[in-house]
């Protein structure tokens, strides 16, 4: 098997280039960078280096989605191979924890540029994709090790990062006005964020649903945030991950993937499905640091033991020979 990554320039280190770095380690991916201007014409190419599509046995597009929903109709040419589709935004086709407006936007842009399998990040994500008619594996997010070591000694205090979505607010005002210790970090490099969270026991790590419409979501700043509606998210995100590995116990809520993820309530976790839980959770968990550190440390060990990017490089690898091996779903008409 000989597969192509395109991926999309990273002006900044970012996670998804520890990711990429991993996957260009295994002899069965070439890695390029994808050529932005190219892709605007619907042409796939490399920034870097010409490639020839049709010497792989699959091309895996990971770039922006907004490029791939403005870019015309892409020109495969010759290329008669397994075309996938991979991106970690998929969860806002179903969700609108970060912008209602895409809802409902992947399986037009699939479908329009002849992709056969899309590749998620989400299991629900992917269960939802195959009752939508679309060929979908799941390889989860992750964390890279050496970005994020397990320090020993005292720590102390939960942490908050990351993106204000309209859940993580409300989930934090709900901590803030049960007055327990919350901090929240400033927008820190990536480089340097392992560091940071080295000094916590727990970390938020939340991507849950505020089950309100869309025209009441203003009324938010006003009221209890502890009786705000919630629904557990569809997909963890990669703080989970991070924030395990860094040896901070996730605080995160009860999404369906943990599971099988391994992390478990009270084990590798705390999990809520109200924001009601999360504060008494959350007021217990403080009072007694040294459970909190425990659960911290199992999840450091869980990460390590299963959820690094190297792990996903592999998965990436697995789930791309099982689908050449047994044919892919065409949607094209191609055989």
Not at 170 to 198: F, K, Q, S, W
Not at 226 to 233: A, D, H, I, K
């Amino acid at each position: 098997m000989r597969a192509l990554l395109l991926h999309h320039p990273y002006s900044y280190p970012r996670f998804e280039q520890d990711f990429v770095d991993r996957v260009a380690e295994l002899p069965e991916f070439d890695v390029a960078t994808a050529d932005l201007t190219a892709l605007d014409a619907g042409v796939l190419s490399a920034s870097d280096r010409p490639v020839t599509l049709s010497q792989y046995d699959a091309v895996i597009v990971f770039v922006a989605f907004r490029r791939l929903r403005a870019a015309p109709t892409l020109a495969w040419g010759d290329f008669t191979g397994l075309r996938v589709l991979m991106d970690h935004d998929i969860i806002q086709n179903y969700s609108t924890i970060f912008d209602a407006t895409l809802v409902g936007g992947w399986p037009r842009v699939f479908r329009r540029h002849r992709f056969d399998s899309m590749l998620t990040s989400g299991r629900a994500i992917a269960g939802r994709l195959a009752d939508d008619g679309i060929a979908a594996d799941w390889v989860p997010k992750g964390f890279e090790p050496a970005r994020f070591p397990t320090r020993s000694g005292r720590r102390s205090g939960i942490a908050t990062y990351g993106s204000a979505y309209t859940c993580r607010q409300v989930a934090e005002r709900a901590l803030h006005d049960a007055r327990i210790p919350l901090t929240r970090l400033d927008t820190t490099a990536y480089l340097r964020l392992g560091a940071r969270l080295n000094q916590f026991l727990g970390c938020l790590a939340i991507s849950s649903d505020v089950e309100l419409p869309l025209d009441q979501l203003a009324s938010l700043k006003r009221g209890g945030a502890r009786e705000v509606p919630m629904r557990p998210g569809l997909e963890p995100m990669a703080k989970l991950f991070e924030g395990a590995g860094a040896g901070c116990c996730p605080i995160v809520d009860a999404m369906d993937d943990l599971e099988p993820l391994g992390f478990r309530d009270g084990e590798t976790c705390l999990t809520f499905r109200s924001h009601a839980e999360l504060v008494e959770k959350l007021r217990g968990a403080i009072n007694a640091p040294a459970t909190l550190q425990a659960m911290g440390t199992a999840a450091a060990t869980l990460a390590r033991a299963q959820h690094t990017w190297a792990h996903r490089a592999q998965a990436l690898r697995d789930v791309i020979t099982t689908r050449l091996q047994r044919g892919s779903l065409r949607t094209d008409g191609r055989p």
